[in-house]
């Protein structure tokens, strides 16, 4: 049994108060960061007891490098605008904020607000982080990156960002996630880049990872290591961040705009947390916006097969980072379980464990099931079918609409969902849920046309003989 | 004041150390120390304690015994195909603890845990060094752990005198090579290259700029390891450095050959520790 992650949620307490205390002196107790004001730019190295950089020494110099690079270029108004001009010009941002009113209705009436990180360029939020990271490489003078990948978007958003800017790619993905995301492999390769299976562990994201790694520790002359969430080693968690604010930055004044006030939810999923963190920046110190987020609750949080990190597992370091994990009681990490390549992860950002710790963000499981069925509900209420990532925040919407509407007049709650992906590259996954599939993986009613495709030769022997 | 009076008030010098009195008797015969891996648990926990016995008795100095983990980003294809046999066929931490004092008891070598930092954060970083230090090991190498984020070891190693065996590397600046220098007891670990553990055709001309990057930050002891997998390299190194380490070889050797096959390497790599004008 000592595969399950265990849920020790007082000895994490414990384990929290005993760190905070002696976390090389930059620990933060949550009453400082209250009492100096604000939770929206925490610069990192550490997050309360949590960040940090648990890291091989051969990589340090090049996070010192990255992080210098990254404070230098934040204060450069030059840098700054050439991200605003790739936003605005390349991404098409800002994205919408959109009213799901026929979905409002399965949310026990609330409005939902839909801000639309599925309509960006490569269809989610990962191209504002890879934009930033790419001409950080370039200023660094970094003439490859690597990345790796769960459900394709990061190596998508990758592989788009290098051959936009002249860059070689590498993109690790667990073997298991390729299969899962064939799509997502092939727009990779016609982008120019290289994918390299990843058949270590559970061949999903986090083993992934460990071969970047793997492969930054011998190339880092040369290579950048583009993380695709906000995790990892400092500076990555507060740089991840800084590079998502803008879909707080961006949904905090539309939401102003549309409706004149600050909604009383917020929703996203969390993977490793980074379209959550960048919505929740615009939201973190107004104290009456409730903050949610959303972790794949996978078959169920008391099967053991899930990736409900934070709800159920305990402060450990993964990938350079102390925070949240899903881990066993030797230390060793367990394997996470979700329909969702993208939030199949056994970790997560430390801003998060942070944000849960002093209770400015709820987090809660989602399971597989809810989680498709409020895909279902969204593709025919609103004509918008999204990833399956963001299908754990919609579900999430669902739960606290109706919550909402406990409390009073229901219309007059308010709710964004952060939609970060769009589910194009799920069609496959979500024909097979909802058994749309016939038993050789084809569509049903898509096999029965009589004509025969060019070059179809009608007897295989013979088409051999033949060729 | 005895050594764990000593420990008891962190006062404990270089020469309490364990691995550096192993290295300072390899210095007085005229020669390099030898140094070797083996993960614990690896094809079983009884062959690793016998593998590691065949490589003391066979001229290692030092035995590093690995914990297997489940994310062992500094290792290559070798070393993570025998950790993640070692964890599938139930592998538990605890367990190396049993294969430290076994070894400790059979040989006259000092005996080190190399591990990645969660199994120790897990198990409680002063429970982890205490258990350890009464199997009677000899300290910690932690290829994941900074001086920087090691507050809670540098006590506990103080607590029960147990050596702290931090890596320096090819990238590693003038400022961290004397803070890790200093943060060292035992040896510092001078990584040979910039990549993973693995066999290599050669040693990385980088190495000796390492060694002599620790040495300028004040080391007294320096091992060099990653890549390093014969007695020609062994040869290489030993002549400017205190102590070779050796890995994936002697994971190959055991994997295709049991512990007698360790032993014959072993056998064989120290034939190249001997320093010009001091045969062994
Ligand atoms: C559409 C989408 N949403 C969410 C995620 C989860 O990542 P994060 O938690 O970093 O936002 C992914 C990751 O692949 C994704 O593709």
């Known amino acids: 049994m000592r595969l399950v992650a265990e849920n020790a949620p007082e000895a994490a307490a414990a384990d929290f108060t005993s760190r905070a205390a002696d976390t090389n002196g930059s620990g933060t107790e949550p009453a400082d960061v209250f009492l100096s004001g604000s939770l929206r730019h925490s610069p990192g190295p550490y997050f309360g007891a949590y960040g940090g950089r648990w890291m091989p020494e051969s990589l340090i110099a090049a996070l010192d490098e990255l992080e210098e690079t990254f404070e230098k270029a934040k204060q450069d108004p030059e840098f700054v605008a050439e991200i605003a001009e790739l936003n605005r010009n390349y991404s098409g941002r800002p994205s919408l904020l959109t009213e799901a009113k026929r979905f409002s209705q399965h949310a026990g009436g609330a409005r939902v607000f839909l801000k639309r990180e599925d309509l960006n360029h490569t269809g989610s939020h990962k191209i504002n982080n890879v934009l930033g990271q790419a001409l950080l490489a370039k200023r660094m003078g970094k003439t490859r990156i690597i990345a790796e990948t769960g459900a394709g978007q990061h190596g998508v958003a990758s592989a788009t960002a290098a051959a936009f800017l002249g860059l070689e790619c590498v993109v690790y993905m667990g073997a298991e996630d390729c299969r899962r995301q064939a799509l997502n492999v092939a727009r990779m390769q016609l982008l120019g880049a290289t994918v390299v299976p990843v058949t270590n562990g559970s061949q999903t994201l986090k083993d992934a990872i460990n071969d970047a790694l793997r492969d930054w520790v011998a190339n880092v002359q040369t290579t950048h290591y583009l993380l695709g969430t906000a995790a990892g080693a400092h500076p990555f968690p507060a740089m991840v961040r800084f590079f998502h604010e803008v879909i707080g930055d961006e949904a905090r004044s539309q939401i102003l705009e549309q409706t004149g006030r600050l909604p009383d939810a917020v929703c996203a999923c969390i993977g490793g947390g980074s379209n959550a963190i960048g919505i929740f920046h615009g939201f973190l110190d107004d104290p009456d916006v409730e903050l949610f987020g959303f972790e794949a609750g996978g078959s169920g949080v008391e099967t053991g097969h899930h990736a409900a990190t934070i709800t159920l597992g305990r402060p450990g370091v993964l990938h350079g980072a102390r925070s949240y994990l899903m881990q066993d009681e030797d230390g060793q990490t367990v394997e996470s379980h979700s329909i969702s390549a993208g939030l199949d992860y056994p970790g997560v950002g430390p801003e998060h464990s942070y944000l849960h710790d002093i209770g400015r963000v709820t987090y809660e499981p989602i399971t597989d099931s809810e989680a498709m069925d409020a895909f279902s509900v969204l593709c025919r209420t609103e004509g918008i079918i999204p990833a399956i990532e963001s299908s754990h925040a919609l579900a999430g919407a669902i739960k606290v609409g109706k919550r909402l509407a406990e409390e009073g007049d229901a219309s007059e709650k308010i709710i964004i969902v952060n939609l970060s992906g769009r589910g194009d590259k799920d069609v496959q996954t979500a024909a097979d849920w909802f058994g749309m599939l016939d038993e050789n993986g084809q569509v049903r009613g898509t096999t029965l046309s009589t004509r025969r495709p060019k070059g179809f030769a009608p007897n295989g022997d013979e088409g051999e003989e033949n060729a | ?280």
């Open chain 2, 1 to 280: 004041m005895s050594a764990m009076e000593q420990a008891a008030e962190g006062t404990v010098e270089g020469h309490a150390s364990k691995s550096a009195a192993a290295i300072d008797r390899a210095k007085a015969e005229g020669r390099a120390a030898l140094v070797g891996y083996l993960p614990a648990g690896f094809p079983s926990v009884q062959e690793s304690i016998d593998a590691a016995i065949e490589l003391a008795h066979n001229g290692a100095d030092i035995i590093e015994i690995g914990i297997p983990y489940s994310d062992p980003v500094m290792d290559g294809s070798v070393i993570q195909a025998a950790t993640t046999e070692a964890l599938a066929s139930g592998f538990r931490v605890a367990s190396v603890f049993d294969v430290v004092k076994a070894v400790t008891d059979a040989t006259d070598a000092a005996v080190l845990v190399m591990t990645y930092w969660n199994p120790v954060m897990r198990m409680g970083v002063d429970e982890f060094a205490r258990r350890l230090a009464r199997a009677g090991g000899a300290g910690l190498i932690t290829p994941d752990l900074i001086p920087d984020e090691a507050s809670e070891w540098f006590e506990a190693s103080d607590r029960y005198g147990l050596d702290r065996v931090f890596l320096v590397a090819p990238s590693t600046t003038p400022e961290r090579m004397a803070m890790t220098v200093d943060a060292t007891r035992g040896f510092t670990y001078a990584v040979s290259l910039m990549g993973v553990t693995g066999a290599r055709a050669a040693v990385d001309e980088s190495a000796q700029r390492v060694v002599a990057g620790a040495r300028e930050a004040g080391a007294e002891r320096v091992c060099v390891g990653l890549g390093v997998s014969n007695a020609e390299h062994v040869r290489e190194i030993a002549a400017y450095a205190d102590g070779v380490i050796v890995g994936t070889a002697i994971v190959s050797a055991l994997r295709d050959g049991g512990p007698a096959a360790v032993g014959r390497l072993a056998a064989a790599l120290s034939g190249g520790l001997a320093r010009e004008g001091h045969p062994a």
